[in-house]
T-cell receptor
Framework: NAGVMQNPRHLVRRRGQEARLRCSPM?????VYWYRQLPEEGLKFMVY????????ESGMPKERFSAEFPKEGPSILRIQQVVRGDSAAYFC?????????????????FGAGTRLSVL | DQQVKQNSPSLSVQEGRISILNCDYT??????FLWYKKYPAEGPTFLIS?????DKNEDGRFTVFLNKSAKHLSLHIVPSQPGDSAVYFC???????????FGQGTRLTINP
């Protein structure tokens, strides 16, 4: 399967527990992005990572959320002490490159998402 | 601050006719724009893109038009097919920062 793989597809947590969402980018892609979608809304950027580096985390809540993309293995979005407001669909995307030149387009390819439900 | 807006939450079109989905933006520094299609319980699927230096891009049944002076872009699908029924999102790259800004989406329904 050459696509962006996310797991689990569905995750149920009780308030106060931790949620770990995993994302394996497309083969050959070294740039990973995480987005969150609340019901009836568009996707909101959270964080942009390259291998072992966080490039831009301007969309991440200041507390309880963290992300990593280690040298080996998938990218992980971690939410500590989940609250009901964290219930959403979390999408990961990948691209083969980052910055493009004038007139260029960097296409991000998305996974199927993880639907987090906090009870 | 909604920088990318899709003002029509839904659109219904007859099969075989043209579907036109609209998107407005406020930031004149956006470098490029993309349209994604999304089915329920799936991730967004890339459809077509356009750089800010162009005003039209075409790929099969899909054409995107960009009007920079009006800060408006549109996606044309012709002819529309039942499989086109989905939610369509317009997205813009935030000044080369590699983070996409999405509109709220338009639900397109193609009627037989």
């Amino acid at each position: 399967n050459a696509g962006v793989m996310q797991n689990p597809r569905h995750l149920v947590r009780r308030r106060g527990q931790e949620a770990r969402l995993r994302c394996s980018p497309m083969k050959g892609h070294s740039h990973v992005y995480w987005y969150r979608q609340l019901p009836e809304e568009g996707l909101k950027f959270m964080v942009y990572l390259q291998k072992e580096n966080i490039i831009d985390e301007s969309g991440m809540p200041k507390e309880r959320f963290s992300a990593e993309f280690p040298k080996e293995g998938p990218s992980i979005l971690r939410i500590q002490q989940v609250v009901r407001g964290d219930s959403a669909a979390y999408f990961c995307a990948s691209s083969p490159r980052g910055v493009v030149g004038p007139g260029g387009v960097n296409i991000q390819y998305f996974g199927a998402g993880t639907r987090l439900s906090v009870l | 601050d909604q920088q990318v807006k899709q003002n029509s939450p839904s659109l219904s079109v007859q099969e075989g006719r043209i579907s036109i989905l609209n998107c407005d933006y406020t930031n004149s520094m956006f470098d490029y724009f993309l349209w994604y299609k999304k089915y329920p319980a799936e991730g967004p699927t890339f459809l077509i893109s356009i750089s800010s230096i162009k005003d039209k891009n075409e790929d099969g049944r899909f054409t995107v038009f960009l009007n920079k002076s009006a800060k408006h872009l549109s996606l044309h699908i012709v002819p529309s097919q039942p499989g086109d029924s989905a939610v369509y999102f317009c997205a813009a790259d935030d000044q080369g920062a590699q983070k996409l800004v999405f509109g709220q989406g338009t639900r397109l329904t193609i009627n037989p």
